[in-house]
């Protein structure tokens, strides 16, 4: 089996632009993590909900509690390490993703 290093530079386009993206905590003040041997459990004041993540979910919504308005790429080499291929960005892209749709983070604005 082989592996190959992708580079954002050698990517496509509207990939590489997806790596560009910025994320900040939605309402920040307001959440809480505690991480566990298994998973995350994050806490939102605001509404009063309680969730379970994953290890991975939780380490990006902490990265980003610790440093707001970092891009898909800064967050993937953040958790996963600096060599990465186009599945470990795609994955963290989804990830973000769901997080965004469970209203923990959202895109940057300018």
């Not at 530079?9 to 920040?28: G, I, K, M, N, Y």
């Not at 991480?35 to 309680?50: H, K, M, N, P, R």
Request: overall charge negative; charged content about 25%; proline content about 3%.
């Amino acid at each position: 089996m082989s592996v190959v290093f992708i580079m954002p530079e050698t990517l496509q386009p509207d990939f590489h632009s997806a790596l560009e993206t910025r994320w900040v905590v939605w309402r920040d003040a307001e959440i809480f993590l505690k991480e566990w041997e298994d998973g995350t459990v994050i806490f939102d004041e605001a509404s009063g909900q309680l969730n379970c993540l994953t290890l991975a979910s939780g380490a990006l919504v902490e990265a980003l509690l610790e440093k707001p308005g970092c891009s898909t790429h800064e967050l993937a080499c953040r958790i996963l390490g600096s060599e990465l291929g186009e599945d470990e960005y795609e994955l963290v892209e989804k990830t973000l993703a769901e997080l965004s749709a469970l209203r923990f983070i959202e895109r940057a604005t300018a």
